[in-house]
């Protein structure tokens, strides 16, 4: 169930549909451009040539070599031997990619009881900010009372532009002092959010790089932090990745899977992209689903994360 409610129902949802393909445009057209290639007037014979090809042209989406050899053996499974159609291969590969990004649950985990806690972790430039103002916007406008916790306590105008946000969003805000422990924040703002009955505590942390030991050290402590305050928290640990980054996501993805505990990711910046199918290597390394995806830069330009549109709109025209 959506976390949100549709202010246009199925007007809304084709919207978004439309702006999701808008923005894996570019991955699409690379590895649409790529695999008509291998087609003639006629159709082309899925033969081990045709697959060897196929599978190259898969790898230069970003989706790494295990998920480009599960699509090309869904497409030699369907029709090896056989006389086939560009849409065809399309199809086969869509179905399979909805199928191998389904097998996890994508909507937000909640509390059973007392506020939900969000943690929002990832590396400078990602997005990370403003992917938090998104999310928060879109709980506010379900009738969700919304805290967000200012935890980059290191940069000023990480705090000064959250701020902005929960102004023009309507939200209360936590915040420190420059250089504060941020632990103290995450504590400060779950504590308020109990007290006063919020829905949501969305907190933000410093960005930092998965290789900064003691960095990512602080995020533990900050999980320690929130989870004497609430029980079962945070409740959901999301890892901003920025799509243009293809392949380096990836070890994104590990460092802080390992230290932060993440359950899903925020793929942003998808609008600018060629390299959409990293979800697919993530999802298969990391079982971390993708729970959102960034497709713009505006306030309303984040979207749940649906399987089935996003391999429609990533292969079929």
Same mark, same amino acid.
């Given at each position: !169930?959506?976390?949100?409610?549709?202010?246009?129902?199925?007007?809304?949802?084709?919207?978004?549909?439309?702006?999701?393909?808008?923005?894996?445009?570019?991955?699409?057209?690379?590895?649409?451009?790529?695999?008509?290639?291998?087609?003639?007037?006629?159709?082309?014979?899925?033969?081990? /040539?045709?697959?060897?090809?196929?599978?190259?042209?898969?790898?230069?989406?970003? !989706?790494?070599?295990?998920? @480009? !050899?599960? %699509?090309?053996?869904?497409?030699? /499974?369907?029709?090896?031997?056989?006389?086939?159609?560009?849409?065809?291969?399309?199809? &086969?590969? &869509?179905t399979q990619t909805e199928k191998m990004l389904s097998d996890q649950p994508v909507n937000l985990r909640r509390s059973g009881s007392?506020?939900?806690?969000?943690?929002?972790?990832?590396?400078?430039?990602?997005?990370?900010?403003?992917?938090?103002?998104?999310? #928060?916007?879109?709980?506010?406008?379900?009738?969700?009372?919304?805290?967000?916790? #200012?935890?980059?306590?290191?940069?000023?105008? @990480?705090?000064?532009?959250?701020?902005?946000?929960?102004?023009?969003?309507?939200?209360?805000?936590?915040?420190?002092?420059?250089?504060?422990?941020?632990?103290?924040? @995450?504590?400060?703002?779950?504590?308020?959010?109990?007290?006063?009955?919020?829905?949501? @505590?969305?907190?933000?942390? #410093?960005?930092? %790089?998965?290789?900064?030991? /003691?960095? !990512?050290?602080?995020?533990?402590?900050?999980?320690?932090?929130?989870?004497?305050?609430?029980?079962?928290?945070? /409740?959901?640990?999301?890892?901003?990745?920025?799509?243009?980054?293809?392949?380096?996501?990836? &070890?994104? #993805?590990?460092?802080?899977?390992?230290?932060?505990?993440?359950?899903?990711?925020?793929?942003?910046?998808?609008?600018? &992209?060629?390299?959409?199918?990293?979800?697919?290597?993530?999802?298969?390394?990391?079982?971390?689903?993708?729970?959102?995806?960034?497709?713009?830069?505006g306030i309303e330009d984040l979207a749940e994360f649906d399987p089935a549109n996003f391999a429609r709109a990533l292969f079929e025209?």
């Open positions: !169930m959506a976390l949100w409610k549709s202010r246009s129902g199925d007007s809304e949802s084709s919207g978004l549909f439309a702006r999701l393909k808008a923005g894996l445009k570019t991955t699409r057209d690379l590895f649409g451009t790529d695999i008509r290639d291998l087609f003639k007037t006629d159709g082309a014979l899925v033969d081990e /040539h045709f697959l060897s090809n196929l599978f190259e042209r898969l790898i230069r989406t970003d !989706m790494g070599v295990g998920p @480009a !050899m599960t %699509l090309r053996d869904q497409v030699a /499974h369907d029709y090896r031997g056989r006389v086939v159609q560009l849409q065809d291969v399309l199809r &086969s590969i &869509s007392g506020p939900t806690v969000i943690l929002v972790v990832g590396v400078n430039g990602s997005g990370k900010t403003t992917s938090i103002a998104k999310l #928060a916007y879109n709980l506010h406008r379900a009738g969700n009372r919304v805290l967000l916790g #200012a935890g980059d306590t290191f940069r000023a105008a @990480a705090v000064e532009q959250l701020t902005i946000w929960a102004r023009r969003i309507g939200c209360e805000i936590v915040t420190g002092p420059p250089d504060a422990d941020p632990a103290s924040v @995450a504590f400060r703002t779950t504590k308020l959010a109990t007290d006063e009955g919020f829905d949501f @505590a969305v907190i933000d942390t #410093a960005g930092r %790089l998965q290789t900064q030991t /003691h960095l !990512m050290q602080q995020l533990d402590k900050i999980r320690r932090v929130v989870g004497k305050q609430i029980e079962g928290a945070p /409740h959901e640990v999301l890892l901003v990745l920025d799509a243009t980054a293809g392949q380096n996501a990836i &070890s994104q #993805a590990r460092g802080f899977s390992e230290v932060a505990h993440c359950s899903g990711i925020i793929l942003t910046k998808l609008d600018g &992209s060629a390299k959409g199918g990293v979800i697919l290597p993530i999802h298969e390394q990391f079982k971390l689903p993708v729970k959102f995806v960034g497709l713009g830069e025209n």
